[in-house]
């Protein structure tokens, strides 16, 4: 297991230059654009005297290098800061938040995936014929609708006019109330799902049809296997490598849904902390959340290549 | 919460109940997070004064005068008793309210309010409301007179008015023998009597007020006097209150209602769902929505816009490198003034829910600081007019854009520093992201090009439009600039008293366009410094007519929306909340 | 040496045949290339043939219904005619669209050109860049710069490219790391040719395929990032607009109804943005039949 | 004649893709008896694999049978429903593709794979007996260890194995036929040699038919009863194997049998090519498809097509299609015109080349979870020398180093130790420009063409390319000089308009070795250039590398795994295993006295397009697998193959010695002492 060791310490590092990357760029967009935290936080109202005392307190006024040594060294001991607008650790912030971002992503994306497989193999197998026209046509459509679009049709749809569903997600504080509570997580976990499924469902069918051309299909029909059964042995495993790995990398993706989903549904999940950190340039939550999400997809991609392993032999026995 | 949204019940009618529970939606942005009455600079939200002035009475506050409507300093609400001012209006004695006790029993005295001061005065830096030369700068010493009687020595003769809606509104009585202490778990003292000890109590009173989530836990804020109480104050921001069973006001300020729940949302459209669904009592509408107002009314709310105590414009900049000598041309600035299309703004673009600006003191609600020449519109909407002036000051418009063909400063020429052929072309910065705004500022563009004269918009987030339009000398880098808009939710909210002197006067820290006139500085000083009520008037009109800003459409502070059968709410203009006199009927003979 | 051998090796399609067979054989394809010509034509040709105003608000003819008097779709927040507005808009959005998805393309490409070729440190350490910017996602990006930036077409066009090089980046890397090794990289080599003869005559052309395929998805992508940027309050001030700002301003109104707000730029982006996958699907098709050749 | 197991009546299939129909069979009728073994050959793309495939109906996606039948056990396949073929495939016919990596489930153990048809087949068979079935089946194809091998994967087996897995696969459920489609073209001689005796000895256990699919007329004249010679989607020839190598009948069979080198007469002759590409397959030829490239086609031929008549002396038992037979009297050889006897090259002149003690390592490369462990010694030493003007072949199994040799020699890869002189000076110790100045002096031929030209040039520019990076010439130069090329390699000028896709396997060979000639090289270094072509082309080439070589005195360091080949062009001749030179001397000397066992094991391996030379000789095939490069045995590195090993083989490395004299060396402590017997290679 010296290979595996081995290559766990080289992702380790790797991660690490990543997310060290990662500070980097954000920590550099923030503090270089125009519009200092200071108006945003202080508004119309705060005095000349006040900006430079806050820009002092936050070490605003100090050179660019400087700060971020400073927040890099902060950082080194756990802390990530406090946010300016919601007066609290940005720690305590993210380990509130994450969890319920963790859910909803996790919900949306098991929709997406038992929705896209069936979806994506059957495009395959009929590849060429009309209904594979439909599917595709219909998963570019739902890829070509911008997922706020989305969420709208289905707030009007499902929350207006056929009032079955509450437009607001569940502003429970712990995972628990917000599942007693499931009927909100409805459409926000719909939209989310819709936005991916043609995502993946396009990369089954072309896994499907990648597999479909591999000799070993034509050797298992040699042996007499009806094509469903060949579809289900032999095919679907070796098309659901990729896609076990697309979930890694597509990660940052999914939070980026994810941070529009929550502020339609005004969901309490990391993205409408985002967001509104964003809007009132609260950089301590900025730069957290990003550097969380930075962790989580550069674990994610990491777990992803260990899964990888576990599922594709070729892999699992060099390590 | 109630079934379906639906409410049973007109706006009027109905036989008061006792109890329930109502919810209210706070604005995005407003997320309530500072409960210490001090509130550190950025804590200042009216949102956060609204809840604290719940549990810490206030000692004058902008009140709703009941009786006679518009607003005052102080009635059965507010600790204060009427001010009295003497010594040729340089001192001001405070008298408080008798009887009045803490939740934990020990009475509200003039030493809580000493305390107040004590920790004002040496962490000046550290309280929002501070700005030099005010509170508690011009206090020159403060005397308990008595147990409850203060008596403040100020640094020089005040207007009485002025000092007390704009000063004596900052003062807090805050319970000294529970917070006194410079360390947790530390002797109750007299610390804060040095200024190191005050520095110590702050300290230790604001490391507690920095630790949101622990604020329904924490000990601290259990004393409280007002007639609420805290029963929970969420990482999200939402609050619940329930009545303080201590609370030793009189019977008219007692709640009737067993809890409120203060609920902030992040963006109005994700309120506007929860308020279809019934999910809050009392929230609010986008502007947008209010052409859909009877919707409303037939499920049982009544939608009502809450004014705003506030004056919107957009900021000239005077020391524009490229436009400073136009901004300086009075003439100009009617003439654009002309073509603010105010009226159709308010009524299309902001479907009712704003009201023109005519001038520095808001039109409504109506007050004392208003006259009756304020009331009248100076400029009204009028692209002949302001074509004419802009011609009879030696402008021509050929090509769609306005040029000064008689350069000079004589009566009918351009104006000092406009050479010939200058052009009549402007860039505005406005904020981003609120479709009204941004509908304004095409219609402002529309209109102006009309006159010849070209506006560039540039659109850019709120805090970019604030950090770029800062007070500037011309030439330099900061300067090229020549209009910014930020009212989206209104320029300027005032203090009671709407004097100008942050942004009209010369140099004041909010005057961002660098505006300077000696009159206006004159009649400002006054406002501050004369005793007499007429000198407001003088400022009121003299800024009307000289245009120091373009006056926008003044948009409410929001289009409430609230359930029929939720009563007595009245919507302070300076956006404070009493919710101690709301109160649910139901249907006459309808049982519960 | 046998006569028949000049015509023997049978003779393939030139490539825009082959492609031109694709479209007509790949019915999602035309149809894209119809629906994209289509809204095309709409939004260049369209204001010759339907004049509008579209410069000066008129308030009083604000959120009219469609139908109403000379107003087909009806007219907007402010005025406009809705379908002169649409057509003004279709061109900003699809020259942001193209310009971004160009730019990204072009940049990327050099930047995994380069990265792939040169491999060893250069790669990792140009690659652990791609990462970093990847882990970040997207959307987040915009947020923040959208809450810090005064919108242009060109900062548009830069910030969208800025978001969406990563993906042709990582991809012409990986084709540039496999074409390095290819023999006929080698076979130059050996006659004494340089790095930058084997990035841009070798690796890149034949890297091309990919990279016009990915182009064709980076410039919907690009289209749709326009419209999540006005979403976020993002967008190029009037009297310019495009889909995703009409689209977002149409959201403002959905209470009250004003469908003809919100369906003609939502529905014009889904399309336009499907249209473009359905040629780079096409056009995949196309370029992976000729490289299994 | 018993009745038939397989009947292929007419047979018609169509394969239609975006751009053409193909009709790649266009009436093929065979006949296959019980427990038969019946060979399929023909130039690539005649249809061999699909004429395999209709009879499983496995075509590719597109294809379709469009006339004739499959009577298989009187069930006529061609047109058999879905359930009955599934019933049929793996059960009473097994198939064994070419590529034994591909075809196997990357993903699904060994075990589970080859116990697949048994549960498929066998109603009531459970998983465990299923799974025995297999173990016994792995064991049977001699798999080593097969309990354990159970539940390995197929990346974790070698070729040769693989190959096995997939015999036992087809045989698990005891076909009645086993249909195998080129099973041996992939592997290397000697484990082509052991899989071909492991199917023989099957077939006769099992006692089942066969029908083998190859383009290699050595495996067919030693391992099929029967054989049909395809060309064009028809059947041109059918005979049985002696019959038909003692006297073929079809012009095209007797083509393709003088082309092959060892036919040739001698070294110095030219080899009998055939000119000409087989007809495209998407418009149906009028006349017979050969006429084309036939030196007897009449206008008959031409216009109308032959019938597949009865040999005048076998009756049905041979039978071809032929207007203008060989006659039946003469020998094929007489028959074809005599090749001209080339002048003999000129006597080998100084030494141009010189390998010291040679070696090369890679590190080896891991996948993502393994860090590179180790190193691969694909060349561990080796020193010769090569005259000017002289051909050095190299022989050696697959991954004995012959490749990284040659690109060391080319200067595409550097040396891990010792030196490359050319005429007495190392190119490493060149200068920048003289090194640059030297890349002219050797130059590369590849195997594969296709890959080794750019795609998206045109050839014109391919050509260019050289002269452009070493700046000779201006424009018009550099295309006069690409004119003259085009002409020496026999292609038009007209050539420099297209692009390399649009020309044929030996066409693109012609122009690979055009460029490796644009800048007038000392030395070609030639990697298998003809190893991907068919024997009919493979002449083509090797007679214009020939003729070229002595027009411009070029001197050719050939690489190839046919021994056949480098016999047929080699002046002197090298052989490799496992990154050393084991035995090089004269051709002749080499093939005829071979001093190495493993030499001695390659040439006895060896399939000889004859079939009544299998019989005569007592042979002793080569017997294992090679060994890691990674791992290579200490002493001598062939010790764990060879039958004359002793301890000393383990601890020391063998000396060179030349006990036939100074040019034929050998690193062997034991040298074969008797000289073998004459045989065709
Ligand atoms: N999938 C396919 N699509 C279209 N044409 C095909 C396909 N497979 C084979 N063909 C064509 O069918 C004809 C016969 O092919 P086949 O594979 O049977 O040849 P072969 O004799 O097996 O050749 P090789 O020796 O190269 O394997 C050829 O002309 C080939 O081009
Ligand atoms: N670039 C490389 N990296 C690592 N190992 C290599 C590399 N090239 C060749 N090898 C290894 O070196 C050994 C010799 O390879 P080489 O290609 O020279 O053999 P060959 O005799 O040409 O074989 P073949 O007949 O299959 O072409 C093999 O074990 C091969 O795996
Ligand atoms: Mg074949
Ligand atoms: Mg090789």
Known sequence: MTGFTGFLVKRFLQAIVVLFLVSVIVFVLLHLLPGGPARAILGPKGTPQQIEHFNHQQGYDRSLPMQYAMYLKRLLTGDLGESFKLNSPVFELLKQRLPKTLLLTVLSTALAVLIAVPLGLVQAVRRGKASDYALTGLAFLLYATPVFFLGLIMII????????FPAEAP?????GELLRDASGLVLPVVTMAFGIIAMFSRYMRSAVLDNLTEEYVRTAMA???????????????????????????YLPTLFSGALVVESMFNYPGMGLLFWNAAQGSDFPVLLGVTLVVGVATVVGSLLTDILYAVLDPRIRSVA | TREGGRVDMGPTGGTPVEGGTATMALPPASTPNWIFPIGAPGYGGSYNYGIQSLLFLPVYSPVQDRSKGGLTTHDTSTLGLEPKYSDGNKTVTVPLREGVKWSDGKPVTARDLEFWFHLVKANKADWGNYSVGTMPDNVKRFETVDDHTVRLHLTRAYNPDWFTANQLTLLRALPQHAWGAKTDGGEIGDWD??????????????????????????????????PWKLAGWRDSG????VPNEKFTGPKAERPHLDKVVFKPFTTADSEYNVLRSGGVDYGYIPPSVMAQKEKFEEKGYRVDPWEGWAATYIVYNFNSTHAGPLMRQLYIRRAMQHLVDQKAMSDVIWQGSATPTLGPVPITPKSQYLSKAMERNRYPFDVAKAKRLLAGHGWRTDDGTARCVRPGTGDDQCGAGIERDDPLELTLLSQSGSTETTNMMQELKSSLSKAGIQLTVRQQPLNSVLGNSVPCKAKEPGCDWDMSFFGTAGSWYYPLNPSGEQLFSTGASANFGNYSDKKADRIIRGVQYSPDMKSVHEYGEYLADQLPVMWMPNPAYQVSVIRNDLRGIGQNPTITFAPQYWYYVKKKGAEK | MAPGQEEAAQATPSLARRTLQVFTGNKLALTGVIVLALLLAFSY????????????????????????????????????DMIGRLMVAGQTSLEIGLAAGLLATLFGTVYGAVAGYFGGWVDATMMRVTDAALAIPAMFLLVVVAAIITPSKGVLIVIIASVAWLSPARLVRGEALSLRNREYVQAMRMMGGGGARAVFKHIVPNAIGTVIVNCTFQIADAILYVSYLAFLGLSIPPPSADWGSMLSAGITYTQNGYWWLIFPPGIAIVLVVAAFNFIGDGLRDAFEVRLRK | MTEPLLTIDDLRVDIASRERTVHALDGVSLQL???????????????KTMTALSVLGLLPPGGEVTGGRVLFDGQDLAVAPAPVLQDVRGNTIGMVFQDPLTSLNPTMTIGAQVAEPLLLHRAGITKKEAWARAQEMLRLVGMPQPAERMKAYPHQLSGGMRQRVAIAMALVCEPKLLIADEPTTALDVTTQHQILELVDDLRERLGMAMILVTHDLGVIANRVDRVAVMYAGKVAEQSDVHDLFARPRHRYTEALFAALPERAAGRGTELHTIPGLPPNLSVRPTGCRFAPRCTFATDTCRTEEPPLADDEVRGAGHRFACFHPVPDEVTSEDEVVAPAQVPAPASPGDVLLELDALVKEFPLKGSAFSRSRGTVSAVGGVSLEIRRGETFGMVGESGCGKTTLGRVVAGLEEPTGGAVRFEGRDPADLSRSERRAHRRRVQLMFQDSTAAMDPRMRVGEILREPLVIQGVGNRAEQEKLVGELLDAVGLPRGAVHRYPHEFSGGQRQRLGLARALTLSPDLVVADEPVSALDVSVQAQILNLMRDLQRERGLTYLFISHDLAVVRHLADTVGVMYLGKLVESGPAEQVYARPLHPYTRGLLDTVNLPDPEAASGTERTPLEGETPSAARPPSGCRFRTRCPVAQDVCATAEPPVSTPHGAGHQVACHFPLAAPRLASAV
Request: hydrophobic share 40%; proline share 6%.
């Open chain 3, 45 to 80: 040709l369209g204001p010759l043939l339907y004049d509008t105003e579209q410069i000066h608000t008129d308030l009083s003819q604000a959120n009219l219904p469609p139908g109403s008097s000379g107003h087909l779709l009806g007219t907007t927040d402010l005025g406009y």
């Open chain 4, 33 to 47: 008896a019980p427990g038969e073994a019946l060979g399929i050959v023909g130039e690539s793309g005649c249809g």
């Open chain 1, 157 to 164: 749809l499902f929350a207006q006019v056929l009032p079955v």
């Open chain 2, 193 to 226: 009597r040095t200024p190191a000890g005050a520095k110590a109590v702050f300290a230790r009173l604001t490391q507690h007020a920095k630790s949101l989530g622990s604020y329904g836990s924490d000990p601290l804020w259990k004393t409280v006097n007002g």
């Open chain 1, 171 to 175: 502003q429970g504080e712990t995972i």
């Open chain 2, 238 to 241: 939402q609050v619940t209150l």
């Open chain 1, 223 to 249: 042996k007499g296997q009806s094509s469903r059964r060949i579809m289900v042995r032999h095919v679907l495993r070796n098309a659901l490598i990729p896609l076990a790995t697309l979930l890694g990398l």
